[in-house]
């Protein structure tokens, strides 16, 4: 199976800093991954896939970038309502996988 | 904008079944998977399994290949979830999902279809307990 590994797990920041989150899979997923963002007592909601494709309706401020097996999730501003849980999640091979999530708080 | 209706809660005894449903408002499964994902109380999400109902084609994960089966029924846009010997681990919030499918043509002419989730139901908590 491939493990995709987040980091960080967790991470503190404030209203317009600029967060980057890092995903690396343990074998090489060409472009074929997801990003999901997910707050509590809600489902996941898809914002990014194949690596850096952003989904309709998902704000500019968000975008993707990488492949192969490192990956990265960048929110340019980070407003009030980016304060989530985001997962990457592979679709290269079966199993799907996802990682572990990083959680966004606010400072 | 397809929306995915899932079945209400459910509590179950150690040891038996639960069957979860979705079905698709607003749209149709057309030429996507429907999959199905849990997630544990403070977990991360986990793919249980998918279907296409096009193909009437499955993957299960390894871990679940033995006690889930997932069917659908094209006629009425509805995905099932069928979970057997249930235990305590069972505990979760059960998520089906859409599935935009991304074809792959092996060497040897196989094909094989994998996909993202772009559309999420509301989720099913399952609560097993003796």
């Known amino acids: 199976d491939i493990q995709m590994t987040q980091s960080p797990s967790s991470l503190s920041a404030s209203v317009g800093d600029r967060v980057t989150i890092t995903c690396r899979a343990s074998q090489g997923i060409s472009k074929w991954l997801a990003w999901y963002q997910q707050k509590p007592e809600e489902g996941p909601r898809l914002l990014i896939y194949?690596?850096?494709t952003l989904q309709s309706g998902v704000p500019s401020r968000f975008s993707g970038s990488g492949s192969g097996t490192d990956f990265t999730l960048t929110i340019s501003s980070l407003q009030p309502e980016d304060f989530a849980t985001y997962y990457c999640?592979?679709?290269?091979?079966?199993?799907?996988?996802f990682g572990g999530g990083t959680k966004v708080e606010i400072k | 904008q397809v929306q995915l209706l899932q079945s209400g809660a459910e509590f179950k005894k150690p040891g038996s079944s639960v069957k979860v449903s979705c079905k698709a408002s607003?749209?149709?499964?057309?030429?996507?998977?429907l999959t199905w994902v849990r997630q544990a109380p403070g977990q991360g999400p986990e793919w249980m399994g998918g279907i296409i109902p096009i193909f009437g084609t499955t993957n299960y994960a390894q871990k679940f290949q033995d006690r889930v089966t997932i069917t659908a029924d094209e006629s009425s846009d509805t995905a099932y979830m069928d979970l057997t010997s249930l235990r305590s681990e069972d505990t979760a919030v059960y998520y089906c999902a859409r599935g935009p499918l991304r074809k792959v043509i092996r060497p040897t002419m196989t094909i094989d279809y994998f996909y993202y989730m772009d559309v999420w139901g509301r989720g099913t908590t399952v609560t097993v307990s003796s």
């Open positions: 999640q592979q679709y290269s091979t079966y199993p799907l996988t």
């Open positions: 194949a690596t850096s």
């Open positions: 607003g749209g149709t499964f057309d030429s996507y998977a």
